[in-house]
């Protein structure tokens, strides 16, 4: 049985792949599972059906069989788990993937969430314009210890993991503020990470619903 995943019927972000239902297209295309997915409006996020699966009314949800699963980290670590291809099979390695799984969406994201925020939820607030250089430097600060530890490698630790896949994804969020080019091994990062056929496939098919629906 296929797995079920929730997706924006319409995507605010316009088929750019910044919605949470990436990470779990991206993860299923690498371990090669196939899937189906149930679009949702705002309205049906918010409704009894939809928070049964999800209890803050959001995507992505995940369903197989009598499983039920919400948040994107915890959905990808599932797959990783049971699908050979994005967790290294040594205890170690493992560990320090599922490690990186965690700060990238923790140490990494909060400082990007928290300067999304300010724009788009404060921006008419009088604080916003000084606070904002702050969440900036933030930003920089994590960029710039994430640029020193990858240095010249490939991926963060060994091979591609879901380490890597969710790092890729939570720095794929400044692609448009230009943060990025000051690191030029980020860049570079993102970019090969953005070439592996798992994520071309799990792009088009989030940006087929996005043309889809304007047609
Ligand atoms: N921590 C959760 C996870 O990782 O699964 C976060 C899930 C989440 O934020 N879901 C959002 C949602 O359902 C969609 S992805 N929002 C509806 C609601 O809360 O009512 C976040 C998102 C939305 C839009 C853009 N964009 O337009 O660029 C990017 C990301």
């Known amino acids: 049985m296929k797995p079920i995943l929730t997706a924006f019927e319409s995507s605010p972000d316009r088929g750019k792949g910044l919605a949470r239902d990436m ?3 991206w993860a299923l295309e690498e371990v090669g599972q196939p899937y189906d ?18 209890p803050f009314g959001q995507i992505p949800t995940y369903e197989e ?4 699963l919400f948040e994107s980290g915890a ?3 599932h797959i990783a788990e049971r699908h050979p291809g994005l967790l290294p099979n040594d205890a170690n390695a493992r560990a320090r993937a599922i490690t990186w799984m965690f700060a990238a969406l923790t ?5 990007i969430v928290e300067r999304e925020a300010a724009l788009y939820l404060e921006g008419d607030k009088p604080w916003t314009k000084e606070r904002l250089p702050i969440l900036e430097d933030r930003i920089r600060v994590r960029l710039g210890e994430l640029s020193a530890r990858l240095g010249e490698r490939e991926w963060l630790d060994g091979d591609f993991s879901a ?3 969710l790092m890729v994804l939570v720095l794929r969020r400044l692609e448009s503020s230009g943060f990025l080019n000051d690191y030029p091994n980020l860049s570079a990062y ?26």
């Open 23 to 25: 990470p779990v297209r």
């Open 107 to 111: 140490t990494v994201q909060q400082p």
């Open 65 to 68: 069989g009598d499983l039920a």
């Open 163 to 165: 380490g890597d896949l």
């Open 190 to 215: 993102v970019a090969r990470a953005k070439a592996r056929p798992a994520y071309g496939r799990a792009f088009a098919a989030q940006l087929a619903v996005f043309t889809n629906a304007q047609s």
């Open 75 to 77: 959905i990808v670590l």
């Open 37 to 54: 997915v149930r679009l949702v409006s705002f309205r049906e996020m918010k409704e009894p059906a939809h928070r049964a699966r999800h």
